[in-house]
């Protein structure tokens, strides 16, 4: 079985590459490089596509058959796994998901218990055991699996600790565009129970509709509605909840180079820890010259989350 990380986790379409059988696999080469590390419980969160509840089963199949423990934390954005890893102590975390593409594709990112993605070394060691046997540790040594129902009120409450007591979401209404996908219930809540007015569009997943017309990669219904309801900013997410784009009261789209740009402008304290930013091959020129007309450092890294 030749199966390679790429930047961001394994990704490809449910019927040919991403099958129950690779996850099986997966879960079982994952488990033991666990068991070697002397460590034996993973967390396993997913998005709403229709094949992430096969997948999963495979995955945590896999796992038990290494003897390792899982937890099954259901849909929840891939931030939040990568919390609740460390969080709850868990060795790994995996994310179902194929992130901002259709429901005909899904896949599968790994975190280690800090909630980082795995290093380049431990994926060569999955990949190495991906080619052998699959064999079962003796019956009296099988992991177990079982869910944990909190996992989205445990994200809740830590997106709303990092807001200031003095920041108020009161007087504030947002269009907010969750994809369909991993934020449906989650993302509505935090912004709520801050006090914003949250009018809500792709919080209705039926396993086909993940990113179909709408999310961060297609923002127009949330530009219209932000026109139309007058709100002060929207917010269009993707369907694993890892990236964003925001919409101006004008319908202005806002993406990743003009955020951080707008976050660091924002920023008093441009010395010390806070004295660089780093952005990808893919950011913009002139957010580059920007950002160091502000006095700060900006390097670039490889494309891929885990650079």
Known sequence: ???????????????SEITPEVCLRIGHAAGIVLK???????????????SGYMLESALQAGFIAAGVNVRLLGPLPTPGVAYLTKSLRGQFGIVISASHNDYLDNGIKL???????????????????????LKPVPTAELGKARRFDESGARYIEFCKSTVPAELSFESLRIVLDCAHGACYKVSPSIFEELGAEVITLGTSPDGFNINRDCGSTNPAKVQ???????????VALDGDGDRVVIID???????????????????????????????????????????????????????????
């Open 1 to 15: 079985m030749n199966i390679k990380f790429g930047t961001d986790g394994i990704r490809g379409p449910v019927e």
């Open 224 to 234: 219209e509605e932000v026109m139309k309801q007058r709100a002060d900013f929207g």
């Open 36 to 50: 070697e590390m002397g460590w034996g419980t993973v967390l396993i969160g997913k998005d709403t596509r229709v």
């Open 249 to 307: 009261q004008n319908g202005t789209v806002l993406d990743g180079d003009d955020i951080m740009y707008i976050l660091a402008f924002a920023n008093p304290n441009r010395t010390g820890p806070w004295s660089g930013l780093i952005g990808t091959q893919m950011s913009n020129l002139g957010f580059e010259e920007g950002i160091r007309k502000l006095g700060y450092q900006f390097k670039r890294a490889e494309v891929g989350d885990k650079y």
């Open 111 to 133: 975190f280690t218990g800090n909630g980082e993605k795995i290093s380049k070394e431990v994926e060569q060691k999955i990949e190495k055991l991906l080619k052998g046997d």
